[in-house]
Nanobody, 120 residues
Framework: QVQLVESGGGLVQPGGSLRLSCAAS????????IGWFRQAPGKEREGVSC????????YYADSVKGRFTISRDNAKNTVYLQMNSLKPEDTAVYYC?????????????WGQGTQVTVSS
């Protein structure tokens, strides 16, 4: 059974850091691009970051560039999102998803999400 499980969310003060994990089971992440998305209350889901499997290229939304870093550990079948200098506007449910192939497009399987709350 194909499954993605996000973890690592929580409550953090502005300026703090969190590392989200996206663990896959039932398939190997090696061959797929993986994206992180987020959805805040009352807002549409937006793409945050993506890492391809073809050459490891990474992509970031302008709002998180320089603060977030995506990485993958194929041995652990896990993708990470390191989030630094967090801001209240980063508050959202964060989801990971696999692309249908090695490039960052056409996402298929989704995790259940993990809540990130940035507040003092």
């Amino acid at each position: 059974q194909v499954q993605l499980v996000e973890s690592g969310g929580g409550l953090v003060q502005p300026g703090g850091s969190l590392r989200l994990s996206c663990a896959a089971s039932g398939f190997t992440l090696d061959y797929y691009a993986i994206g992180w998305f987020r959805q805040a209350p009352g807002k549409e889901r937006e793409g945050v970051s993506c890492i391809s499997s073809s050459d490891g290229s990474t992509y970031y939304a302008d709002s998180v560039k320089g603060r977030f870093t995506i990485s993958r550990d194929n041995a652990k079948n896990t993708v990470y999102l390191q989030m630094n200098s967090l801001k209240p506007e980063d508050t959202a449910v964060y989801y990971c998803a696999t692309a249908l192939g090695s490039f960052c497009s056409d996402f298929g399987s989704w995790g259940q999400g993990t809540q990130v709350t940035v507040s003092s």
